[in-house]
Nanobody
Framework: QVRLVESGGGTVQAGGSLRLSCQYSGGTFSRDGIAWYRRAPGQDREGVAFIGRTWNTAYSDSVKGRFTILRDNHENTASLQMNSLKGDDTAMYYC?????????????????WGQGTQVTVSS
């Protein structure tokens, strides 16, 4: 089955940048849709970005213009470039794959999840 491993989280000051990576194995990466989700303490999981197999992208309103999702079909990796970070971006970030079609912002439409990587934005 698909296995996902996230990396790149850390602590950054407000206004700074981070780049998260998701290493994918066990499936056909080039044919899969990949999403990044996050969960802040006490809040529900939120889909923040998606990239499809045709490189189409989508973003939540909360990150549009600041975050960029990319994929590398040779390395089987997906990344999330996060710029102009704010305190509200503090959360555990998860990579999701095994897309079953349908709305990318619904967690139930993904079969595989990574363990997450923590992002903390300090003011």
């Amino acid at each position: 089955q698909v296995r996902l491993v996230e990396s790149g989280g850390g602590t950054v000051q407000a206004g700074g940048s981070l780049r998260l990576s998701c290493q994918y194995s066990g499936g056909t990466f080039s044919r899969d849709g990949i999403a990044w989700y996050r969960r802040a303490p006490g809040q529900d999981r939120e889909g923040v970005a998606f990239i499809g197999r045709t490189w189409n992208t989508a973003y939540s309103d909360s990150v549009k213009g600041r975050f960029t999702i990319l994929r590398d079909n040779h390395e089987n990796t997906a990344s999330l470039q996060m710029n102009s970070l704010k305190g509200d971006d503090t959360a555990m970030y998860y990579c999701a794959a095994g897309w079953k079609e349908g709305r990318w912002s619904r967690p139930d439409n993904f079969d595989a999840w990574g363990q997450g990587t923590q992002v903390t934005v300090s003011s």
